[in-house]
């Protein structure tokens, strides 16, 4: 289940800013920057992530899960992100709006809704502390 929240991540989008993320422009492949990584200390064993998606125009992501432990909450920086979680109908997410994915989740859609602007969001990762990778491309 994905839900739209139009609320600010304002402290972690200015931690990415200040941080020097600033967007790679691969031809129609995805960069992902890290931007945070800290353990959280009231919860023994959990770690959170921050990650900055830049997508250049028409760029996607591969169809994909995520490490088994990790809850991700992604909030859209710039442009519009076109996304489908699981089974549910595809969406795209304008700057601003956010959705999550529960453990488990398998990502089938993720790129830029756009030909012609870039896009960016920012991905927050609760996740086991050794849980690695944090992304895992299907199997062809």
Known sequence: MR??????LLGLI??????????????????VKPVFEHIIPNAEGKSMVAVVVTYPPGAKSPAHHHARSAFIYAYVLSGAVRSQVDDEPAK??????????????????????????????????VVDSKDKPLTIPDQK
């Open 92 to 125: 795209v997410y304008r700057v601003g709006e956010g959705f999550y994915e529960v453990p488990g989740s398998h990502h089938r859609i993720s790129e830029n809704a756009s030909d012609k602007d870039p896009a960016s969001l920012l991905a927050i990762f």
């Open 14 to 31: 200015a931690t990415a800013i200040s941080l020097g993320v600033s967007p790679g422009l691969a031809q129609n492949v995805e960069q």
């Open 3 to 8: 839900r739209v929240m139009r609320t600010g």
